[in-house]
């Protein structure tokens, strides 16, 4: 519950902070850099403090950045605590895996110290562009400028009016942290405007297929173009999945953040959420159109997936139509043919009866001249029917039978 919580107990004091950009292959690497520094922690926690009475240095690793936190208490001086420091006090900055994304100095001044000079501050913070209200109801306020100072970094000084118990501590948690997700949130911003690029032609490409399907086209090219712009929407969809979802996550963030500081406006000048708000918003708003076009195109991609094979089917259904035509003219060919060979087979079957009565009849009637004959010739009608019928019946139990 208290881990994140910064060790600040007690003001005045100088902070500055780095956002680094991290890997998941750099990780093992930074977390052997962080064990030289900090002996006897384990970075595999996610954080190491080294801190005395004076102040020390902070290292907390989070999703895909980390952060690298120096701080020291003690009299602000002339500078407002923005002085110099030597460049072996900032030493992960020459030799910690990742890259360095953000950098920011914070100092808050003693307890119902004496409000800064406009010459004090104006020497760090551009007073006509600048950023200013009160937060946690009145306890402080806030200055900065929202522009990059020496060392790449920002500044924000904040003005201990009455901030008490651990105040100080999630006022500064809470302005670094605005500032670092609403950097990170626009790390979402350039590739959406490179989406939106793409989604033109990706669109257009499709209102062609579209066209293609709906004046007869070659059914196998729409769907080979179809196919190769799916596949296309869905390797975009899946490269930007964790942008999409990390930018919405920062965002929120953001906003809640800028709402845990409760700011009251000083006449004159903007307050925070103003501020980001008119630089923030429309670059989510780019990024949420960018992804409901995305999808937008993905379902009406599979629309017209829907179509083609709503086309391909009548068209396989017409062809089968064809098919048992052809078939039915086939068996009706089929069972003209074998009424014949069956009509032929009554007379074949009948000569070959008669022969054998023939064979038979002959021995006992040769006194009779012509008399096997005869009688032969009064046997043919009564054979044929015999066949006859002998064949139906045959026919008849065949066909039962496969019933």
Not at 103 to 128: F, K, N, T, Y
Not at 305 to 316: E, F, I, N, P, V
Not at 331 to 342: A, D, I, P, R, Y
């Amino acid at each position: 519950m208290h881990l994140r919580a910064l060790p600040l107990d007690r003001a005045p004091v100088r902070l500055r902070q780095w956002v680094f950009l991290v890997d998941a292959d750099e990780r093992a690497a930074e977390a052997a850099f962080v064990a030289l520094f900090a002996p006897g922690q384990d970075p595999g926690l996610g954080r190491a403090l080294v801190a005395d009475d004076g102040g020390g240095w902070l290292w907390e690793r989070h999703q895909e950045f980390s952060t690298w936190t120096w701080f020291a208490f003690g009299p602000l001086g002339s500078e407002l605590g923005f002085e110099a420091q030597p460049a072996e006090t900032f030493f992960w900055l020459y030799g910690a895996p990742g890259e360095v994304f953000r950098g920011v100095e914070i100092s808050v001044s003693a307890p119902e110290a004496q409000p800064p000079s406009e010459v004090a501050l104006s020497r760090h913070i551009d007073l006509h562009r600048c950023v200013s209200c009160e937060v946690f109801d009145g306890a402080a306020r806030i200055w900065t400028d929202f522009r990059l100072r020496e060392g790449g970094t920002g500044r924000i000084h904040v003005a201990n009016h009455s901030l008490a118990h651990d105040e100080v501590s999630r006022l500064v948690q809470t302005l670094l942290e605005i500032g670092n997700y609403r950097k990170l949130a626009l790390i979402g911003f350039p590739p959406a405007r490179e989406l939106l690029a793409w989604l033109d032609g990706a669109e257009g490409r499709l209102a062609s297929i579209t066209s293609g399907l709906a004046t007869g086209e070659d059914s196998q090219a729409v769907l080979d173009q179809l196919l190769a712009l799916s596949a296309e929407v869905e390797l975009r969809a899946a490269k930007n999945q964790f942008r999409r979802g990390a930018t919405e996550s920062y965002h929120r963030l953001t906003l809640d953040r800028l709402e845990a500081l409760r700011e009251r406006r000083v006449p004159g000048h903007s307050t925070m959420s103003e501020f980001i708000a008119r630089r923030l918003l429309p670059a989510m708003r780019t990024r949420e159109a960018a992804d409901r076009r995305l999808d937008d195109l993905s379902v009406r991609i599979a629309r017209s997936g829907d179509l083609l094979r709503t086309k391909l089917g009548l068209a396989q259904d017409r062809q089968n139509q064809e098919t048992l035509r052809g078939m039915d003219a086939s068996l009706q060919l089929q069972t003209k043919l074998q009424g014949l060979v069956e009509g032929l087979s009554i007379f074949a079957v009948g000569y070959y009866v008669l022969g054998l009565l023939g064979y038979l009849l002959k021995p006992w009637l040769h006194g009779w001249p012509g008399g096997a004959e005869i009688v032969l010739s009064g046997l043919v009608p009564l054979v044929l029917v015999v066949a006859a019928a002998s064949l139906h019946r045959r026919k008849k139990r065949l066909i039962a039978g496969r019933d």
